[in-house]
């Protein structure tokens, strides 16, 4: 492994255990056992290491979201699996934990920004699934970036907030049947 990916992999664990404010260059360089001075050959401060951490993060959840995909499934099934899995990243991934944890206790702005544009990262990911389903044909045109909007935003508040505000998680099951039933009956040709 190269010094690069090393520095990557502590300041991934520092960012994890600490959160981005508490999280300083003499602890990415203690646990990737370098000096300071070799970080700053790579990286010249701690929001270009951050960033870096959040863009390879960001390509973990696209390629753990392909996996899920089912070679010639219909775009709701895939769609489905997709954003479960995005949701499940988003719920699993210590970084990405951290850094929600982060932003509703400190508020910190770097993070604030980190998660919005990781949200916008989901969107247009998912904006490109519909204009692929678009294209094949398994899908009426529309607004693709609004759609996608929609999608993650009601899969977010289904899977995560429902069960803040009520007294039981819904199923994947009823899930499923409610976007079916609404959003995908009218997208779907």
């Known amino acids: 492994m190269d010094r690069r990916q090393e520095i990557l992999l502590a300041a991934e664990k520092s960012f994890s255990l600490f959160g981005y404010k508490a ?16 970080i700053y050959t790579f990286f010249s401060n701690k929001e270009e290491l951050f960033h870096a951490i959040v863009r390879q993060m960001i390509e973990e959840m696209r390629r753990v979201s392909d996996e899920c995909s ?54 247009e990911f998912v904006r ?4 692929r389903g678009i294209a094949k ?34 199923t994947e099951e009823e899930i499923v049947q409610l976007l079916s039933d609404t959003i995908f009956s009218s997208l779907l040709v």
């Not at 699996?81 to 699993?92: G, I, N, P, S």
């Not at 993070?111 to 990262?121: G, M």
């Not at 609004?146 to 505000?165: E, P, Q, R």
């Open 70 to 123: 089912i070679e010639g499934a219909s775009f709701e099934v895939n769609a489905h699996a997709r954003l479960m899995q995005l949701l499940k990243f988003r719920e699993t991934h210590q970084l990405y934990i951290k850094l929600i944890e982060e932003e509703k206790e400190l508020r910190t702005p770097m993070v604030s920004e980190v998660l919005a544009s990781i949200e916008q990262e989901i969107i």
């Open 128 to 131: 490109q699934k519909i204009e």
């Open 137 to 170: 044909g398994e899908l009426k045109p529309c607004n693709s970036e609004l759609v996608a909007y929609l999608l993650f935003k009601s899969y977010l508040a289904l899977v995560i907030d429902w069960g803040k505000t009520h007294d039981h998680q819904l």
């Open 23 to 38: 999280t300083t260059m003499d602890q990415v360089a203690k646990i990737a056992n370098v000096g300071k001075g070799t």
